[in-house]
């Protein structure tokens, strides 16, 4: 009797394997039924068969423990797979980068002259958009791309090589021929001269718009920097220790001189003895209690230094007189 119990068991064992991939159980089946996906699906678990005596209970065969090992039910086989399938969601999702939004880039050139915006300027450091044209950009963030695209790297300034901080240092840059062979007298005038292959200047207004370029660009360069910094901490966190952080908390965070080396923005890539110089500086002692100190002074501000976001004055008035207007 303990043979014939030993063989049911094993038909048992089997019919279930087999009902496990056609079966109408809460599984991942691929056969007829209610599966889901693809591959062995978790069948409805076969009823055990019933021992004809209690005596087969009390002493069963080394056989038969045997048997039972070798042929393991569609359930157990069910939950395998499952638990697979969590380690592999949890090791994608640990090697999974952080995703981070890439750098801007200009508009595709060239741009025909006649369909290029026409703007004029407003202001200390605004413009003004006159006409439409091919892209709806903003003439300083244009104008920021291009000085970090012409980034001189080290220039030697004052008697001094020195990282090229100021828009002053852009001046004293020699310039060198570009793929369509313009030379400007120094990088300065690069930038400002390719801002044009970008937009059209009112006619009367070329003048201001030249000065315009020189205060903007002044403070583009600054905030070039002071923002390099703080991306650099963000996509070292970001790429070798897989976490997302703010920009806020990065400003009040610093690294170590090998761990800034390892991230240098896209603008500073081929300068890498330029990078060091900078990075020198941050990492020298005094440096970050001095960047904090001035911090804490500009948050006693009582209010933000701005809301307009990346509106010009002139235009974030005209936006509100319309909203307000709009409010009759």
């Known amino acids: 009797m303990v043979g014939g119990t030993r063989k049911i068991a094993a038909l048992y064992g089997k019919s279930g394997a087999l009902g496990s991939a056609s079966g109408r159980g809460r599984g ?3 056969g007829q039924g209610k599966g889901r996906g693809k591959g062995k699906g978790k069948g409805a678990r076969p009823p055990s068969p019933t021992a004809p005596s209690s005596s087969s209970e009390e002493l069963p065969s080394a056989h038969a423990s045997a048997d039972e090992e070798e042929l393991p039910s569609a359930h157990a086989s069910a939950d395998d797979e499952e ?3 969590e380690q592999e969601q949890v090791e994608e999702a640990l090697g999974s980068e952080v995703w981070l939004r890439g750098p801007s880039t200009l508009p595709r050139r060239p741009i025909p002259l006649e369909r290029r915006p ?4 407003s202001g200390k450091k605004g413009w003004i958009k006159v006409s439409g044209g091919d892209h709806n950009r903003k003439v300083n963030g244009i104008l920021g791309l291009l000085c970090r695209q012409n980034f001189p790297g080290l220039v030697q300034f004052r008697e001094e090589l020195q990282p090229a901080y100021t828009w002053d240092h852009y001046v004293a840059a020699l310039d060198a021929a570009d793929r369509d062979g313009r030379v400007f007298p120094n990088k300065a005038e690069r930038v400002k001269g390719e801002l044009w292959d970008f937009y059209r200047c009112q006619e009367g207004y070329e003048d201001k718009a030249a000065s315009i370029c020189e ?4 403070k583009l360069v600054k905030d070039m920097h002071y923002e390099a910094r703080v991306q650099a901490i963000i996509d070292y966190y970001a790429h070798y220790r897989r976490m997302k952080v703010k920009k806020e908390e990065a400003r009040t965070m610093n690294l170590t001189k090998e761990q800034f080396l390892q991230v240098p923005p ?6 890498a003895q330029c990078w060091e110089y900078m990075v020198d500086k941050w990492v020298e002692p005094g440096w970050v209690e001095t960047h904090n100190a001035c911090r804490d002074w500009r948050l006693l501000m009582p209010r933000a230094s701005h809301h307009q976001g990346s509106l010009s004055l002139d235009e974030y008035r005209e936006k509100w007189v319309r909203e307000f207007i709009s409010l009759f």
């Open 83 to 85: 638990v697979q399938e």
């Open 28 to 30: 991942k089946g691929g």
């Open 215 to 218: 205060e903007a660009a002044k």
């Open 118 to 121: 026409m703007v004029r300027p």
């Open 266 to 271: 896209y603008w500073c890539a081929q300068h």
